[in-house]
């Protein structure tokens, strides 16, 4: 599906990255490069980096829909690609050999919402993560109309709803009608994607020409809500499909998932989990429906990929008190809430909180620094008024023994009793570190998801309790 050219903000992108096996020689060379993987990832443009890794994209071949050979000024902030590199033992480095770009949906606004825009039949929500750009009149969400023409990338959830990381305005003249998505609903007259019945008819091409199953996941040109071409994404891009032996890595909103089976969707990827599965940022518990998640592994079975190694990467928790009636606002941060925020514990809306209610919250930050939450409950407050808040810790200081999560002052005080590695990919799983200084150490050398628990006073938390997660 082509994109067009917008303005650079920070870059969410589905990715996959295929990594082939070689080495160089020791000496002052370039890194060595590790084993094969295909990774889906979030990513930010600067060349293209994806779960933390700066991949050149100078001698990628780039390509949208039916355009190949696109100059990289082509990719921008939010798209959603996919992507065929090399990525160096460092880890923090790479090459991407080839990008492959894709939109959810494109076509006109139908009906908007308080945050939502329907397009094509497909419900967008606009979110904090979302990036707004070319020609958006005031690149928010109140500058889009219904009769806008735009493009929107994003992920989708258990509900169908696409999670927009960009939402591009178009002119009139740009505009081909498209839809991706998962088929549903398959009869011989047709098949629904999200809320779009799609019609098929003895002119529509099929590419390539195979039966359609309901499950495919497909990119169909649109005239009206007839299907003039669909296209089989893995049938398509097989190059980007995974290989059995190869790392394999997809993120993605959760859906289909159960307490009763091990095996849920991840994006448009099944994935099964077992006792031998790590868990980064969370816990096993805290897996749900439409929390985004990062799964890993080597190796397939019954169609689902085994994960090693599940990363949650809404990773801001916070357990503390409501600061004000009204909304999920604690600890001094701005925590805002959408029409798909799950709430829970009595509470209904954020207009059901009241100041001083005990609050457990899971969200992600947004691009101005403030909190999207995704899952708001009310629980009792602690007893001993202390609060919990975790996420990637920076601005580390291991002199000062501080640092900062979303923007919160964290202070250790040497006498913390505990300073555990809780992460289930260490050598040191759930043993504490034998000193503050090897704690910060740690996590110095890369950012990490710390838990902090403690007592909150003037911007800062004063830890009790701290640990990797």
Known sequence: MKTRTGALMVLTLVVAVIMTACSSGGGGGAPATSAPVIAQGVMQKGSVI??????????????????????????QDGMVVKVKGKRNDDGLTGTADQVEVENEVRGAITLKGADTITVNGQTVLIDGA????NGTPTNDFAGLAVGNNVEVHGQRDATGVIHATRVEELAAGAVVDEVRGAISGLSGTGFTIGGLTITTNASTTIVPAVTLA???????????STATRVEIEDLEDGEFEHVEGVEFEVEGLISGFTTSS???????ESVTISSSTRFEGGIKGDLVNDVKVEAEGHSRSGGALLAEKITFKENIRIEAVASSSGSANALGLTVKTTSLTRFEGGLTTAATITAGDGLR????????????????????PDSNGRS????????VNATAKSMQIAGITITVATGTPSFNDDSTDSVDDNVPFASLDQFFAAIGSKTMIVKAKGTFASGTLTATEIEIE
Not at 262 to 268: A, D, H, L, M, R
Not at 388 to 395: D, E, H, R, T
């Open 214 to 224: 309901n499950g495919m996941v497909v990119e169909v040109h649109l005239s009206g």
């Open 262 to 268: 091990n095996t849920f969707t991840v994006g448009s």
């Open 388 to 395: 919990i808040l975790q996420g990637p810790a920076l601005q």
């Open 50 to 75: 994806v779960n933390g890794v700066t991949f050149d994209d100078t001698a990628a071949k780039i390509a949208a829909d039916d355009s190949a050979n696109l100059p990289t000024t082509f990719l």
């Open 130 to 133: 979302t990036v707004f750009a």
């Open 361 to 380: 919250i899971r969200g992600f930050l947004n691009r101005d620094g403030s909190i999207t939450a995704t899952r708001v409950i009310k629980q009792n």
